[in-house]
C-alpha cells in the first residue's frame, strides 16, 4: 500500500528541488489560508480558496512535467519544443489570474471593513 506513494513523494521532491515557482506557489498558499484563518472565511469561501490554491499548483505541477517531456525529447531549440512549454506556462498564469481574482473578490470587502 505505501509503495503508492513513493513514485508521488518522489515527484514532489523533484518539484521543490526543480520548480522554485512551485515553492513559491506554496508559501503563497499558506499565507492565503492565515488570512483565511483570520477572517473566518464561509465554507463555500473556502471552497473557491481550496479550488484556487489547488488549481495553481496543477498547472505548475503540469507545466514543469511539459517542460522535462520537452527537454527529454530534444537539447536543440525547437519551435514546437517552444510551443509547448509557452503554452503549458501560460496554463499557470491563467490559474493564477483567476486565484487571485478569487482571492480579491473574498478578501477585498472584508479588509475594507477593517478599515471602516
Known amino acids: ?30 499565507l492565503v489560508i492565515i488570512a483565511g484563518s483570520c477572517f473566518d472565511l464561509t465554507k463555500v469561501e473556502w471552497l473557491f480558496i481550496i479550488i484556487a490554491i489547488f488549481s495553481v499548483l496543477f498547472m505548475e505541477v503540469i507545466n514543469t512535467s511539459v517542460e522535462y517531456v520537452v527537454d527529454l525529447v530534444t537539447d536543440d531549440y525547437h519551435e514546437l519544443a517552444k510551443h509547448a512549454k509557452d503554452t503549458a506556462s501560460f496554463a499557470v498564469v491563467l490559474a493564477s489570474m483567476m486565484s487571485a481574482i478569487i482571492g480579491c473578490v ?9 478599515l471602516n
Open 1 to 30: 500500500m505505501m509503495k503508492r506513494f513513493v513514485y508521488p513523494l518522489q515527484g514532489f521532491m523533484t518539484l521543490l528541488k526543480k520548480d522554485r515557482n512551485f515553492v513559491l506557489h506554496l508559501l503563497t498558499a499558506v
Open 106 to 114: 473574498i478578501f477585498i470587502p472584508r479588509i475594507f471593513a477593517l
